[in-house]
């Protein structure tokens, strides 16, 4: 007997340019499309001339569908899962179905592409090194106020989901946990028309978006709270004055980049060539 297939196919955040060639023709070669919202992945599908059967799976419908779904993909069955935008899974419905496929050994291909987590974090300017997705937060009691506390005392750029009715209520919690003076940057309507990205510090953003209430979807992204935000030329000048004053250079080298998310061979070579530099002296043109 043949085992079908399950693929991850993740779809357009807004722009429907942003699907991938693959994408389109595993969904055209799938005998089914198991959708979160059929009328939702009918507008994709028509766009691109997809006419595969579909079946809606969502968090309402999965514990009733999922035996059926798990039978048919042992059967032999190729079924492709997709979320209303972005990546299946990634706060969307899925993971039970997922979940089951991997327990079962049912082959699975998961194709790459568009999620809003990626997409802000990538033009953050933040460190990538490493960072933690929060979701959604709680909404309120001592759930909200445990994590708005980790937040705080986070060393990792921290992304989050919000609502554009609660991201001023977001910003001041965030503000009163300790967060105002961080760097933040609130991606809104990613990949759409009115795309924009709002870059301040927390308390600056809360500001703003009291006055200007926002719409539309939106992603927070908050520096960690060790790392400076500092251009490339005063990172390396901060670098060769603690070389100056003494300091080791592999602590020296380690310090900085933990502040500053430039790798340390980076900041090394940044420091060297800054050292070598000639100064205001060097260039007086008066000979030696
Ligand atoms: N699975 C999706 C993904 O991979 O991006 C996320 C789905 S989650 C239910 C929806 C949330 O994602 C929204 O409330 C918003 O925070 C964020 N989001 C989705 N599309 C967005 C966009 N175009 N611009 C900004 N944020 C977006």
Redesign the pocket.
Known sequence: MTVGRLYIV?TP??NLEDMTFRAVRVLREVERILAEDTRHTHILCAHYDIVTPMTSFNDHNAAQRLPGILHALQQGARMALV??????????PGLPLIRAVVLAAIPLEVLPG????V??LSGSGFSLDRFVFEG?LPRKGRLRADRLAQIAHEERTVVL???PLRVVATLVDLQQAGCGQRPALV??????LF?TWHRGSVSELADWFQIHPPR????LVIQGCLEETASPEDSAAKLAQLLADGQGMRAATQQMAKQTGLSRSVLYKMALAKKNQPTDEDDSGVDP
């Open positions: 993740p955040i807004g979320s209303d935008a972005g990546t299946p899974g990634i706060r969307d568009a999620s809003a987590v997409t802000a959604f989901f919000e609502s991606a809104r309507e990613l990949t759409k795309e539309g979807e939106m992603v």
